[in-house]
């Protein structure tokens, strides 16, 4: 991998022909002395003269370009910036410190492949250094090489195992691949070697809330308050901890003290947006993400925030226009760059410029798909293979001799479908009846279905399931106690559905369904981690549609009707309250006027779908419509005769 050489720097300054200056060692030193100090002091433009006369006493000092270099990122003169350090790297060329910077600076204005470029040289100087291992792995997992991460980290942890930075790393690095288990005991020895270090406490309660546990989300946020209290970070944890014990008006009150400690703080501002936009309180929010974003333009994601939460009218052309700005600018980072045209497609979707707005969609989707490794065919094959295997184990006769595994509870409904298909809605809806609580949503199965077979053959384990379902259900009575149902939203489950009906046969199964082509348009419109390696590319989210259907088909012809309830999300818009008793019915309860004025549940927004809002009538229906021209692969999933 060669990197594409940038423009020399001392020729574009005019300093190989400028002559060299005479001078001491002592007077040098004492000049980066005085430029250190105006640096320091944020005394920017005389920190800078200082440099370049440095580097006219001697050209060839890297201390000097990197000293100048970090003054060009204070500027957020990212690429002036980059060359200084590659200059300062000619002179130093097997500087490790260099090599790190500039993989860092790299990564982060989105040139990925370069910046590894310099990892790998890091590594190389190197390879026994358990900082440089650390630095590296903690690359690797942010562009998703997570072998590679694991690896550099791990060799770290040889090198150094009392050290607890390192395995709060590889938590994070088993955390974003989803790795549960590895990432809780790499965040709990970390803990052990660090008590009094609050990052593990605060990435296990990001985990612990990602698998639903809320009170074990809440107990760690407000240990890593306990280690810090009355600081803007332990005061965040306290918010985060009073998020998941449901206190919104104390989550609030712990930001508002963040910012009157620091009126600068911009994250505190991002954060108080999102919580008030949860609440349904858009304008408040609003206030608060646009003061985030004046105090750091460079805050992308809150202009999503914004344009997720807000219709875009043409009293908002200013701030699109600068958004579109930020968005053609190298210097940001590809991130958030993406993030950028996300928002942009949304606004300009508002306004009707549907041409304008896929274009956005477009430039995001193939931003994302390029900066993540693509194994794709070897990834579909190993889904089609697991779809198989679905399909071949769980048959009507299987569960007809394994009836007596289960646990004898109708307790749970279980909300399942495509990302996109109604799934908050339904949860909002349900919730909304007097005798049915929620418990949110939940990764609870998709971790544990596997433990449901054991050994190489995959035999069932009875004993394992039934422990399984006992502790699913303590779960759900603990998350609305004395509720006859609770609802669990569990999008991807759909992939588990034969593990959850051998432990639950009585559990309602709620299946969300959406036209496919508004379906995987919205997909496409949205950043959706879930989808992963589906994500960002038409085919790949058809092909997704088209396994995930495979399986509601089968799901369909092996599970009693008596389980299983597909709810549309055209028929709400049609007719919601015909869908909703049909609903109701099939659960075994009695009618509540109620679930026709659905109340935002705790910590969100009544928000239908990303890309509708407003009461039942107004579901976004048929919206693809409007992209006909440019569906692309969409196309293949109307029905025939579909008129575009």
């Known amino acids: 991998m060669n990197e594409a050489e940038p423009p020399d720097l001392a020729k574009a300054e005019g300093a190989e022909s400028a002559p060299v200056e005479t001078h001491s060692q002592e007077e ?3 000049l980066m002395a005085t430029a250190e100090e105006a640096l320091g002091e944020g005394r920017l433009d005389e920190a800078e003269t200082l440099c370049a006369t440095a580097i006219r006493l001697d050209p060839r000092a890297p201390h000097p370009k990197v000293l100048k270099a970090n003054i060009a990122f204070r500027k957020n003169q990212s690429d002036m910036g980059i060359v200084l350090l590659r200059e300062a790297l000619r002179d130093d060329p097997d500087s490790h410190i260099l090599h790190r910077d500039l993989a860092m600076r790299l990564w982060s204005t989105g040139k990925i492949d370069q910046a590894l470029v310099h990892c790998q040289r890091l590594i190389e100087l190197r390879p026994d250094d358990f900082e440089a291992l650390e630095y590296v792995g903690m690359l690797y997992s942010t562009v998703g090489r997570y072998d590679e991460a694991r690896a550099c980290l791990e060799k770290a942890i040889s090198l150094n195992p009392q050290q607890p930075t390192v395995y709060l790393n590889l938590g994070n690095a088993f955390a974003k691949e989803k790795r549960w288990p590895e990432a809780i005991e790499a965040y709990e020895k970390a803990i052990s070697l660090a008590p009094e270090f609050p990052p593990p406490f605060i990435a296990l309660g990001h985990v612990m809330r990602v698998r639903g546990d809320l009170d074990a989300s809440s107990a760690h946020f407000f240990r890593a308050y306990e280690l810090e209290p009355e600081t803007p970070r332990g005061l965040k944890s306290l918010a985060k901890s009073q998020v998941d014990r449901q206190d919104y008006d104390g989550a609030v009150e712990s930001l508002l003290r963040v910012v009157s400690l620091n009126p ?13 936009q949860r609440l349904g309180r858009f304008q408040e929010a609003r206030g608060h993400f646009e003061r985030a974003i004046q105090l750091n333009p460079r805050m992308t994601g809150l202009y999503c925030s914004i344009v997720r939460g807000t219709k875009m009218t043409s009293a908002d052309r200013p701030m699109i226009e600068k958004m579109a700005l930020l968005a053609r600018s190298d210097r940001l980072r590809v991130p958030d760059r993406i993030t950028l045209h996300f928002a942009l497609g949304k606004a300009l979707d508002d306004l009707g410029e549907y041409k304008d707005a896929i274009r956005h969609f477009d430039e995001a989707n193939g931003m994302a798909l390029h900066t993540r490794p693509t194994e794709r065919d070897s990834f579909f094959e190993a889904r089609a293979a697991a779809t198989a295997r679905v399909v ?5 006769e299987f569960f007809a001799e394994n009836e007596s595994v289960g646990l004898d509870s109708s307790h749970p409904i279980i909300l399942v479908g ?8 339904m949860e909002q809806i349900l919730a909304s009846h007097p005798e049915i609580g929620t418990a949110g949503k939940t990764t609870f199965w998709l ?7 054991s050994g190489p053959k995959r035999s069932l384990s009875p004993g394992r399931t039934a422990s ?6 303590k779960f759900l009575e603990e998350s609305a106690p004395g509720k006859r149902f609770v609802v669990a939203s569990m999008p991807e489950a759909y992939t588990v559905l034969g593990e959850i009906h051998l432990a639950f046969p009585k559990a309602r199964i709620i299946h969300c369904r959406r036209n496919p082509l508004d379906l995987c348009l919205s997909n496409y419109m949205f950043p959706n981690a879930w989808l992963g390696t589906f994500a960002n590319d038409r085919a790949n989210i058809v092909y997704a549609y088209t396994e995930y259907s495979k399986l509601m088909d089968h799901w369909r012809a092996v599970l009693p009707g008596s389980t299983l309830f597909e709810m549309d999300y055209e028929d709400i818009a049609v007719n919601a309250e015909s869908a909703i008793r049909r609903l109701i019915e099939f659960i075994g309860l009695g009618w509540s006027d109620a679930c026709l004025s659905p109340k935002p549940l705790e910590g969100q927004a009544i928000i239908f779908d990303q890309d509708a809002g407003g009461d039942l009538s107004t579901c976004a229906v048929g919206h693809w419509r409007n992209y006909g021209p440019w569906l692309g692969d969409f196309a293949s999933l109307a029905p025939e005769g579909t008129a575009r």
């Open 418 to 425: 495509m990302p996109h298909s109604g799934i908050d809605l």
């Open 468 to 473: 399984l379902a006992r502790e699913f259900d």
């Open 447 to 453: 971790d544990s279905a596997k433990e449901v077979f």
């Open 392 to 396: 071949q184990t769980f048959t009507k």
């Open 28 to 30: 040098f030193l004492k």
């Open 264 to 276: 600068n703080d911009d994250d505190a501002y991002g954060r108080l947006g999102a919580i008030l």
